[in-house]
């Protein structure tokens, strides 16, 4: 099965941007759609978005309107997800995971381990 | 958006039992439910995936039914380490969205 590996934890002041990577170990970068969920501390699971490398786009929920960005390079098999504009809300633990094949949406098979990202003053 | 209920939101129950976990949707989401178990500190793990089929490596005690609106998983028997926050996802549509999750304990 694929494997995820995503970047180190983050400490980001409000109103600053982070950036989270997640690379893949698949044979080729177009294998897989990858989502992104998060989960903030105590809670429950929150789907964020999407990147396919086949389309190059990506979707993502609209409550983040212009603060998000999910992007990906393929020569290094390794998507991202940047985030401005941040709040104490958006600190949580966020994930990356391939979707099944077949459906532009799928179930979330494969997952990486997390990145912490804490927004504080 | 769909919204999905899921309950009970905690549960306790004792090794052997059978457990059951539900998830309602707002709206008809056909088969495009999959069903994830968080243990304590560690990443979801997937275990069922279009309403009712079982992922590899995942014991046959869990098993997942339902479609339309009404989605359930269920653990024939259960064991200690079920211990977890169980989640219902949907991904019928944009946005896909998660259950609320349910906390299983052992009595």
């Known amino acids: 099965q694929v494997q995820l590996l995503q970047s180190g934890a983050q400490v980001k002041k409000p109103g600053s941007s982070v950036k989270i990577s997640c690379k893949t170990s698949a044979k080729t970068f177009n294998d897989y759609v990858v989502a992104w969920v998060r989960q903030a501390p105590g809670q429950g699971l929150e789907w964020v978005g999407r990147?396919?490398?086949?389309?190059?786009?990506?979707n993502f929920v609209r409550k983040f309107g212009g603060r998000l960005t999910i992007t990906a390079d393929s020569h290094t098999k390794t998507f991202f997800l940047q985030l401005s504009s941040l709040t104490s809300e958006d600190t949580a633990i966020y994930y990356c995971?391939?979707?099944?094949?077949?459906?532009?949406?799928?179930?979330?098979?494969?997952w990486g381990q997390g990145t912490l990202v804490t927004v504080s003053s | 958006d769909i919204q999905v209920t899921q309950s009970p939101s905690s549960l306790s129950a004792s090794v052997g039992d059978r457990v059951t976990i539900t998830c309602q949707a707002s709206q008809d989401i056909g088969k495009y439910v999959s069903w994830y178990q968080q243990k304590p500190g560690q990443v979801p793990n997937l275990l069922i995936f279009d309403a009712s089929t079982l992922e590899t490596g995942v014991p046959s005690r869990f098993s997942g039914s339902g479609s339309a609106t009404h989605f359930s998983l269920t653990i024939s028997s259960l064991q200690p380490e079920d211990v977890a926050t169980y989640y219902c996802?949907?991904?019928?549509?944009?946005?896909?969205?998660f259950g609320q999750g349910t906390k299983l304990e052992i009595k």
């Open positions: 995971a391939t979707q099944g094949k077949g459906r532009f949406l799928q179930y979330l098979q494969a």
């Open positions: 996802h949907h991904y019928d549509h944009l946005p896909p969205t």
């Open positions: 990147f396919s490398p086949v389309s190059q786009s990506s």
